[in-house]
């Protein structure tokens, strides 16, 4: 079977994983361990030196977090990655290892609000600048790019919109610029798009959402695609240049194609600290195994809420990239075939009071702030996540004040649909 | 031959059969990359001969150092090159005049001189350049799956307990023949810029 590439679902149950030596236990055991015994004095220096592989401390790798690493990055298509506590967290790590006190990055303007939070004031105090973009049009990357520019990043499937973005224009604007596009793919999954296909050089995920799908684990990856070359022109010395923390190791030279995944780990999680629970990557794991089936559901049942929604009187409009009458519909079918996600928005021609009342109707949605759990979800957006933002800033993430956001689980879904209905005529 | 990609089948074999290596440009310091890479090997019970004419009459983890090719003793199986691309053409004319010749020669990561790959190749010596075989030996076998690296195989089998000295299976099923599609595209790309 050497030849044969197992598809995506096998990937997702087998990948990464293999039956305990010595216990020969099947699933992946939790080991909840800080530390590792060594052989002897001369296996730890090598350890420590990064010159064999094994474990020494939690906080740096661990055998239950690296079955889930090797998992998603075999997901994905990517060399390697490397899971953090929260996925807030793999994007400080990522960035550490591409910014320096006054660098800029060119980020869309449709994230995640607490993205745009981190990124306009806690990157602010590290020196690093933000540069906004607009991912529906492509020319304002290109205008955004200035020689401080160390990369592009961007979502697959952004949220709360739901709206699609234009990865293999976006990586153009960054392979011209000689700078890593990063993509967010927490809304997408790579079941749904898989960027690095697309030309993405970093893939980052909340692990929190669709992959761990059960609510009740945080988590981050950062997966390497192996496509970037570090030590082009010397923009990147934390992988380029000798490490004096590792005795002048150059990380690319040593790492070659994983060399980011590495610099993450060995120079971001072990300085920095975000390390995942080894508890915490083994439900995230398990969730994975059903990530297909999951997907599938999700998506079904968000296309017919989605629809539901667009036929009722009371709504004013339902931004679904799944639905026809999307302006991203056209991207959803080159980038998302098998589905445009379960994350949308739809606005009442009741406004901001009718969305208000609307959420305290639900009696099956949970009103709460996460996406891609198995149940589903309810949020009005510019009251919560995205409250921090003005209201210019609102508008132009998708989050609008008369704006409602919903995360569709995998529930039978005419009972959704019911809920909604009952809740909307209340 | 194709050196954009290798399929894990043609590495599994050259890793599975050769057992005397010489490293030319093996460095005493154990910081140096070439420095981890004989010792792992020497570890997974290859038999490794140091090679570097500044270093004679030292020794590397019990290995003593040899000047050239040409003084070693025994038949030598594989030929690993931590030098750039710009050393490799008379290492191979080199090796070409070894008797019995190497079945293989192989240039490390970041190494790639096609011409000098032709030349082995025309003599029936496997060419491998742009890969580690430390990190192939650690992939195929999963050993590398501790820092989160994508083995890209799969097995249902248990897996022994690495021990000193023990070379590990390294016939576990590949993934779409062991590429990794974006990252080999990516390096093709760059060499065929140069
Ligand atoms: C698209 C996206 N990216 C990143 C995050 C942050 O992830 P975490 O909450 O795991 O830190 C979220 C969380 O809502 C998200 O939706």
Known sequence: MNDRIPGFATLAVHAGAQPDPTTGARATPIYQTTSFVFNDSDHAASLFGLQSFGNIYTRITNPTTSVLEERVAALEGGTAALATASGHAAQVVAFQQLLRPGDEFIASRKLYGGSINQFTHAFKSFGWNVVWADSDDIASFERAVTPHTKAIFIESIANPGGSITDIEAISAVARQAGVPLIVDNTLATPYLIRPIDHGADIVIHSLTKFLGGHGNSLGGIIVDAGTFDWSKDNKYPMLSEPRPEYHGIKLQETFGNFAFAIACRVLGLRDLGPALSPFNAFMIMTGIETLPLRMQRHCENAKAVAEFLSAHPAVAAVNYAGLTSSPYYTLARKYAPKGAGAVFTFSLKGGYEAGVSLVSNLKLFSHLANVGDTRSLVIHPASTTHSQLDDDAKTRSGAGPDVVRLSIGIEDKEDLIADLEQALSA | ?194
């Not at chain 2, 192989?106 to 003599?123: F, H, I, P, S, T």
């Not at chain 2, 010596?125 to 650690?138: A, D, H, L, Q, S």
């Not at chain 2, 089998?157 to 993934?175: C, D, E, F, Y």
């Not at chain 2, 390096?187 to 140069?194: E, L, P, R, T």
């Open chain 2, 1 to 194: 031959m194709n050196h954009d990609h290798y399929n894990d089948t043609w590495i599994r074999e050259i890793l599975n059969t050769v057992k005397t290596v010489a490293m030319i440009g093996a460095s005493p310091q154990n910081v140096r990359p070439s420095y981890f890479v004989f010792k792992y090997l020497a570890e997974r019970g290859y038999d490794m001969i140091p090679i570097n004419p500044g270093q004679v009459g030292k020794s590397l983890i019990g290995k003593s150092f040899v000047a050239s090719l040409r003084e070693i003793d025994r038949p030598i199986d594989m030929i690993d090159i931590f030098r750039n691309a710009d050393h490799i053409m008379p290492i191979i004319d080199d090796a070409l005049t070894l008797n019995p010749l190497p079945k293989v020669i192989w240039m490390q990561l970041g190494v790639r001189n096609d011409e000098a790959a032709k030349k082995a190749e025309a003599a029936g010596i496997k060419v491998v350049m742009n890969r580690c075989p430390k990190i192939e030996y650690g992939r195929l076998s999963s050993e590398i799956s501790w820092m989160g690296v994508n083995s890209r195989t799969l097995s249902s089998k248990r897996a022994p307990i690495p021990t000193q000295g023990m070379r590990l299976s390294l016939n576990r099923a590949s993934v779409g023949g062991g590429g990794t599609d974006a990252a080999d595209r990516a390096a093709k790309n760059k060499n065929d810029a140069v």
